[in-house]
């Protein structure tokens, strides 16, 4: 998945922008998706620790 992106990213940087709103536009795009990614982290993190129990499994019985 990971691979994925990175081979649509260096597709998109390979485009020669026509004008500099195109590429700030761009830096938009990947700034926000760097911070869904750095969200979706932290949200998976949190709900392992919850999980976990503050790192412990809990056994059932």
């Known amino acids: 998945m990971i691979y994925i992106i990175f ?3 260096l597709i998109m940087i390979g485009r ?3 004008d ?8 938009d795009i990947v ?4 911070m869904g990614i ?3 982290f932290i949200i998976s993190l949190f709900i392992s620790a919850v ?4 790192g412990k499994r809990y056994e059932k019985g």
């Open 7 to 9: 081979v649509v990213l």
């Open 16 to 18: 020669i922008p026509s």
């Open 20 to 27: 500099i709103n195109e590429s700030y536009l761009f830096l």
């Open 31 to 34: 700034n926000y998706s760097g």
């Open 38 to 40: 750095t969200v979706f």
């Open 51 to 54: 999980k976990t129990k503050g």
